[in-house]
């Protein structure tokens, strides 16, 4: 069965550093997704990709966050100066439409970031 | 953000009964329901949804059932087995909302052998 992959799966860094998390979504998808999860907290949506730009993005996704899927298979989601509240899981999806029209996301298992 | 809410942080129930897991709306705008369920160490796995023109989806063991008037949602398990233990997660979207799917805080359900 096809599926989401994520790298690394648990990242430490130092408060201030840049963070690349990796996600290589399933192949024939076009949407592509960032989701978090704050320890105890709501999965949160970060941001949504489609035909090389991004199509959606929270309040969350500031000047700090950026994505890119610089080959046609990996996407990325870069956190250039992060913060101790930027400690989180991570969550890469993909999907073959919108949920309204195909209703499934498939997420990777995630990659979790602590920063210091 | 409460726009989608789950009250319920934990349930438990028996081997072979009815597990019900509750969800509740405050935007109108929702018009798709989904539920995911995830285990320790994965990312949420879709198991069902809902468009608001219905009021009832089944798969399976898994049903669905949404009441626009009371703006709320369950998922009915039958029979439960312990293998369905898990976090269910609630999630909605909507046309205003596009591409983004707003989850509730997740219950922890524990079917017991």
């Known amino acids: 069965e096809p599926e989401v992959t994520q790298t690394p799966s648990h990242q430490v860094t130092q408060m201030g550093q840049e963070v690349i998390l990796r996600c290589v979504p399933i192949?024939?998808?076009?949407?592509f997704y960032w989701y978090r999860q704050i320890l105890g907290q709501k999965v949160e949506f970060l941001v949504s990709?489609?035909?090389?730009?991004?199509?959606?993005k929270s309040e969350i996704f500031d000047d700090q966050f950026s994505v890119e899927r610089p080959d046609g298979s990996n996407f990325t989601l870069k956190i250039r100066s992060t913060k101790l509240e930027d400690s989180a899981m991570y969550f890469c999806?993909?999907?073959?439409?919108?949920?309204?029209?195909?209703?499934?996301?498939?997420f990777g298992e995630g990659s979790r970031l602590t920063v210091l | 953000d409460q726009q989608v809410k789950q009250n319920s942080p934990s349930l438990s129930v028996q081997e072979g009964r009815i597990s019900i897991l509750n969800c509740d709306y405050t935007n109108s705008m929702f018009d798709y329901f989904l539920w995911y369920k995830k285990y320790p160490a994965e990312g949420p796995t879709f198991l069902i949804s809902i468009s608001s023109i219905k009021d009832k989806n089944e798969d399976g063991r898994f049903t669905v059932f949404l009441n626009k008037s009371a703006k709320h949602l369950s998922l009915h398990i039958v029979p439960s087995q312990p293998g369905d233990s898990a976090v269910y997660f609630c999630a909605a979207s909507g046309w205003t909302s596009g591409s983004r799917l707003t989850f509730g805080e997740g219950t922890q359900l524990t079917v017991n052998p």
């Open positions: 990709f489609y035909n090389n730009e991004i199509s959606e």
């Open positions: 999806a993909s999907s073959g439409g919108t949920p309204m029209n195909t209703g499934e996301l498939f």
């Open positions: 192949s024939n998808h076009l949407y």
